[in-house]
């Protein structure tokens, strides 16, 4: 029962995380721009330091998690971007933003190279929590446009970044209180493991493995330009196409809430799929599904464009779980919170470059060419991909688990 509260809170910080990276992008472009007379294009940037901070700090949090504690390291993480947030609120120039924005960036990092290991931790079958999980994520990332809408229409832009903050304070007290008082640790047990000895996982030569791993971090660089694209730029995307369909700030959120949380689902499926069928399969068809959408979304408006916008978000999310999974599979628990930190380093340090490339894309050319870049981006992503080597799971035992060296 402590594993399923503990599995639940880990899904709570994984919403959270992706919450309180995205508030700023709708109220910059809902509310700033008017009370602090800049454009969108001005706004955005100070978003970068959030992103950067998420990048940089990714691995000192995945190191420190496996030299000290993974669930000490969640307590830090609830508590401290909770506290960063309600700092946002109170910014009253684009700079104190953008230094808010760092700290909240800073405790960002700390999520997925000590979450998502946390959450495959002894498991047989790591599909179908990574992608329950990964639902939670993205709803995280559906709700920040919606809730910060409804904030900025009944009670300002402050209250989206408080009242967020201060709930993330309370689960963290609370997340200390049941896992990491002294005593607590020993108690959780993890479910669904395998028999003592016994994991599932992959035997690799070095020269396969590092075509993995090659691949893994061209996809996932490529990966986060096309996810953070869509999900910071979306609610700006409605504004401009949707007419009189989004008229208010909480309709455009809504509309986004919409996108955002159907696409969410689509990781239970890729989980799904991930755990019966070639994971290079699966991600062959996630990654040639995006590119069809983006080079269909040019020039739509309407309820054409919010048709679209639904499907290629349902593959954008449902890349996600798939990495994770592949990773899972050829990495050792020692030092498996260091090899995602790797991975998200590579993510959130283009995700931190993106924001200033949307806002010179948009600038200069609109939305549409935006579009026909991750397009192309898709495209790539596919072609590596066919060069990934089928792997299958095989169960050896623990000293037999780690790649070859």
């Not at 998200?344 to 200069?364: E, G, K, R």
Request: aromatic share 16%.
């Amino acid at each position: 029962m402590q594993a399923r509260f503990h599995f639940a809170f880990l899904n709570i910080g994984h919403f959270l995380d992706h919450f309180f990276m995205l508030v700023f992008a709708t109220v910059a472009a809902l509310a700033l721009s008017r009370e602090w007379g800049m454009g969108y294009a001005e706004l955005i940037p100070y978003a970068t330091p959030g992103f950067v901070a998420f990048a940089l700090f990714t691995l000192p949090s995945g190191w420190l998690a496996d030299k000290w504690s993974r669930r000490h390291m969640m307590a830090v993480f609830f508590i401290g971007i909770g506290a960063s947030s309600v700092l946002a609120a109170l910014a009253s120039t684009p700079f104190q933003m953008g230094a808010s924005l760092f700290v909240v960036g800073l405790f960002a990092a700390i999520y997925h190279p000590v979450g998502i290991p946390l959450v495959i931790e002894g498991r047989d079958k790591t599909g179908i929590p990574i992608a329950l999980n990964g639902v939670f994520g993205n709803l995280g990332v559906a709700s920040a446009a919606l809730v910060t809408g409804l904030f900025i229409d009944f009670s300002g832009w402050r209250s989206a970044f408080i009242w967020p903050g201060i709930i993330s304070i309370i689960a963290g007290m609370i997340y200390f209180w049941m896992f990491c008082r002294p005593g607590a640790l020993e108690k959780i047990e993890c479910v669904g493991t395998n028999k003592p000895g016994a994991k599932a996982s992959i035997v690799l030569e070095k020269q396969v493995l590092f075509r993995v791993f090659s691949i893994v971090f061209f996809s996932t660089a490529l990966g986060g330009l096309i996810y953070q694209s869509t999900t910071f730029s979306l609610p700006k995307v409605f504004e401009e196409r949707l007419g009189d369909m989004a008229v208010s700030a909480s309709s455009i959120g809504g509309y986004a809430f919409l996108v955002f949380a159907l696409a969410a689902f689509s990781q239970l499926v890729i989980g799904f799929l991930l755990d019966r069928y070639s994971l290079r399969y699966v991600f062959l068809l996630v990654s040639a599904l995006q590119a069809v959408f983006f080079a269909a979304i040019p020039g739509l408006t309407g309820v054409a464009a919010l048709v679209v916008a639904t499907a290629f978000m349902l593959f954008v999310f449902g890349q996600i779980p798939i990495n994770d999974v592949l990773l899972g599979r050829v990495t050792r628990n020692e030092w498996r919170s260091r090899v995602f930190a790797s991975r998200y380093i590579v993510t959130f340090s283009v995700t931190a470059l993106a924001v200033p490339f949307i806002a010179w894309v948009h600038a200069n050319w609109g939305f549409d060419r935006l579009f026909v870049i991750l397009a192309i981006s898709a495209a790539a992503i596919f072609i590596a991909v066919s060069m990934l080597p089928h792997l299958r799971p095989q169960v050896v035992s623990a000293k037999q688990s780690a790649p070859a060296e």
